[in-house]
Nanobody, 116 residues
Framework: QVQLVESGGGSVQPGGSLRLSCAASGTIFSRYFMAWYRQAPGKQRELVAGISRLGTTNYADSVKGRFTISRDNAKNTVYLQMNNLKPEDTAVYYC??????????WGQGTQVTVSS
């Protein structure tokens, strides 16, 4: 069973930065596609950024140039560096792991609030 634990959320002023971490256990981390999603109140969950097993990344248009996803396979951890945060980035951020067979696992989520 794959377990994902997010950390690093919090409150920050517009223009500030946060770094989210997601630690995985119970599996061979390097075999999974990893991603960060977010869900704002009253909105659907949306993909923020993803990273393949080999490090290829993709981003939502709304975060390109501000967010960076990375992974450390030796530490079984995926990161999301978020810079120049905006109020519209406020949401619960979820870590996701998806296997080549399509099995998907989720973390419990971490709140990010951007407000002055």
């Amino acid at each position: 069973q794959v377990q994902l634990v997010e950390s690093g959320g919090g409150s920050v002023q517009p223009g500030g930065s946060l770094r989210l971490s997601c630690a995985a256990s119970g599996t061979i981390f390097s075999r999974y596609f990893m991603a960060w999603y977010r869900q704002a109140p009253g909105k659907q969950r949306e993909l923020v950024a993803g990273i393949s097993r080999l490090g290829t990344t993709n981003y939502a248009d709304s975060v390109k140039g501000r967010f960076t996803i990375s992974r450390d396979n030796a530490k079984n951890t995926v990161y999301l560096q978020m810079n120049n945060l905006k109020p519209e980035d406020t949401a619960v951020y979820y870590c996701n792991a998806t296997s080549w067979a399509g099995s998907a696992y989720w973390g419990q989520g971490t709140q990010v609030t951007v407000s002055s």
